[in-house]
């Protein structure tokens, strides 16, 4: 409460105790009565105390009629893709199915923030990455109530959207991956793209040199699984900087259901007398594996047919590089270091990654100049420890129907 709240409350309490003494004198009041006074007089001081205000959380009433007035009222399309990375009916679509889960109770004596506003300053972080003080300054309400909103939002995407968003394709939608590919990137049998990023956080109190990546920095990894149009098919996030690509993705879901034959259905396709099944494209940091197919080793010696074969996986390839670049160029506090608990970076990043995926699905564009060009090493190759012959011929396989594809584009 003010400082003239307080009195306020005083001044009754004294008028209180007066009547007490006069009305016990006279023996018309009793004790309970008094004590009902007084909890009148509470509630009296808090409605005044109310009625001074009509924000919660410390807002400027400046602020609020930034966001009011010229946010919602005058913000074109192209003022809301620059500063939130989507158009007005992309944040509504959010804004309606966020609604059951932050949505809060109006009482008597606070004012809650709507959930348009608490959407509204979860996206500015992630488009911008700037720091609690300014966000709180911008949308008029408090620091902690931001650090709030961020956590709370990115929370929600994650349980709402995740499982809608974020899929491994079946059914049709596989069928059309591997199309995808085959048409726009000239690689057949591929049901998507693997790799890994590093993601920068603050060191962690506990094991932070485990997080030290080889850059020479703090982070953890994020490993996805991408399609030809630059979606999200699966993502891994939390792994330590420090950690190969190869054990990140030994240890994920992804590889147990590979292994286990749930990954993609038995579809193979006959190339040149070779069985070629469908499969995901990695870099050299991973395995060769009869589900996920890599390029030859770079010796200095390789065949000209085998350095063709190199080239049109890169090529097929450079969707997942793409994809982050897109993801970090929209969300760029993923450029920066997450100044946050190392617990709350796995939903920050799954919020970006799912955010990402709704602005690709419904259409959004992106502006180029906005494109984050890693600097990602590749992790260092990693030995081939599978005996399986089968991924090798089916590599064999491919290389040799990509000579002849190249061989008869040339009229040879």
Not at 19 to 46: E, P, S, Y
Not at 52 to 69: F, I, K, N, P, V
Request: hydrophobic fraction near 40%; aromatic fraction near 8%.
């Amino acid at each position: 409460m003010a400082g003239h709240e307080i009195l306020f409350v005083l001044l009754l309490w004294k008028i209180l105790c007066n009547n007490g003494r006069n009305l016990t004198r006279r023996a018309l009041m009793t004790r309970r009565r008094d004590r009902k006074r007084l909890f009148a007089a509470l509630a009296v001081a808090a409605a005044v105390n109310a009625a001074t205000t009509e924000r919660m959380l410390g807002a400027y009433d400046r602020s609020q009629h930034w966001w009011e007035r010229d946010v919602l009222q005058t913000f074109s399309d192209e003022k809301w893709m620059e500063n939130f990375r989507m158009t007005k009916a992309t944040f509504d679509y959010l804004c309606e199915k966020l609604q059951p889960r932050l949505s809060r109770r109006h009482t008597r004596f606070r004012i809650p923030v709507s959930v348009p506003k608490r959407v509204a300053v979860a996206l500015w972080y992630l488009a911008t990455g700037c720091d609690y003080r300014t966000l709180s300054n911008l949308f008029g309400v408090g620091k902690s109530s931001v650090c709030t909103f961020v956590h709370e939002v990115c929370k929600a995407l994650v349980e709402v959207f995740k499982d809608r968003c974020i899929k491994l394709p079946k059914g049709d939608h596989l069928r059309e991956v591997v199309s995808g590919f085959e048409e726009e990137l000239n690689f057949p049998q591929c049901a998507g793209v693997i790799d890994g990023t590093h993601i920068p956080i603050i060191a962690p109190k506990e094991d932070h040199c485990d997080y030290f990546n080889r850059k020479g920095w703090h982070s953890v990894i994020l490993q996805a699984v991408v399609d030809h149009s630059y979606r999200f098919l699966n993502i891994n996030v939390g792994w330590a900087g420090s950690v190969h690509d190869a054990r990140v993705l030994r240890n994920s879901t992804l590889f147990s259901m590979a292994e286990d034959g749930d990954l993609f259905p038995n579809d193979t396709r006959d190339i040149l007398g070779t069985p070629v099944p469908l499969m995901l494209l990695g870099d050299p940091a991973y395995p060769l594996l009869p589900w996920l197919m890599k390029g030859y080793p770079e010796s200095g010696q390789l065949t000209r047919d085998k350095r063709h074969f190199n080239y049109r996986l890169s090529r097929a390839r450079i969707v997942v590089e793409c994809a982050f670049g897109r993801l970090k160029g929209r969300w760029r506090c993923l450029l920066k270091r997450l100044d946050v608990d190392t617990s709350s970076v796995v939903n920050i990043v799954g919020a970006a990654c799912i955010l990402h995926n709704v602005c690709e699905m419904r259409g959004e564009d992106f502006d180029e100049g906005l494109m984050s060009h890693g600097d990602d090493l590749p992790a260092g190759p990693v030995a081939n420890a599978n005996h399986d012959t089968r991924p090798l011929e089916v590599r064999e396989a491919l290389t040799q129907l990509f000579a002849q594809q190249r061989n008869a584009a040339e009229g040879l």
